[in-house]
């Protein structure tokens, strides 16, 4: 085994020898290939004829003369001078005369007819107050006393709002929240409910819906016994809180 070995490691070393003598002599052969093909001559192409070309004379450009252009004839109007012998001098032509124009009757005056006018003194603008002697009531109240009315009246007008006042859903979704709306009204002489305001909000934090459900529950109160001072009927004024809330 040990000459088998000491043979093929000797054989391993000729053979990068051998290959090396071989890339020599194929590279000779392919130098002698190249040198014994036959040159290819390029032939020389004749040239193109060339054909002389004259100069040419270009002729001169003589602008057109001008043609005058004549203006159109205007006929003038022709005058005639008048015939003296038809001219009048000194003469004018006669004036009309204005037309009359019919006369205006004017109404005879009969004194039995016309009377003077008595002035009328304007009635003084009375203000509300805000206490009476007497204060505006709920009709079912009229046979108590003036405080038991007060009370009477006060819990009826309650009453009154409590049933005429509802959350709208729109106040609903903002959310949990409470809120106070002021109204402003009056009960006249004859015990209506008039001059219905709400007052300013000047925050802006009061929906206007809850404003105008306010305003609509003191408008739909019913007609109230006047008040009075002295025996005499007053416009009295009112100022109602109302509280919202909303869970």
Not at 219 to 228: A, D, R, T, V, Y
């Amino acid at each position: 085994m040990s000459y088998y070995k000491k043979n093929q490691q000797k054989l391993e070393k000729l053979r990068g020898i051998f290959f090396q003598i071989g890339l020599i002599v194929a590279g000779g052969f392919t130098l002698l290939a190249f040198e014994w093909t036959s040159p290819n001559y390029i032939p020389n192409l004749p040239e193109p004829p060339m054909i002389a070309v004259e100069d040419w004379d270009y002729p001169p450009i003589i602008p057109e003369k001008e043609k005058k252009v004549e203006p159109p004839k205007v006929k003038q109007p022709e005058f005639k001078l008048p015939d003296p012998d038809k001219l009048v001098i000194g003469e004018k032509e006669p004036e009309k005369e204005p037309e009359k124009q019919p006369e205006k009757k004017q109404p005879e005056f009969d004194p039995g007819k016309w009377k003077e006018v008595e002035p009328v003194d304007p009635e003084p603008v009375e203000l509300p107050v805000l206490i009476a002697g007497v204060m505006p009531h709920f009709k079912e109240c009229a046979d108590l006393k003036e405080e038991e009315r007060k009370a009477c009246t006060q819990e009826k007008m309650y009453e009154h709002f409590s049933k005429n006042t509802k959350v709208p859903e729109s106040v609903k979704m903002i959310g949990q929240a409470t809120y106070k709306v002021y109204v402003y009204f009056e009960v006249n002489k004859k015990g209506e409910i008039v001059n219905v305001q709400v007052m300013d909000d000047k925050k802006n934090e009061i929906p206007k819906e809850l404003q105008r459900v306010a305003f609509n529950a003191v408008k739909s109160l019913p007609q109230l016994n006047p008040g009075k001072n002295h025996g005499k009927e007053v416009s009295v004024k009112y100022t109602v809180p109302f509280k919202f809330t909303v869970k």
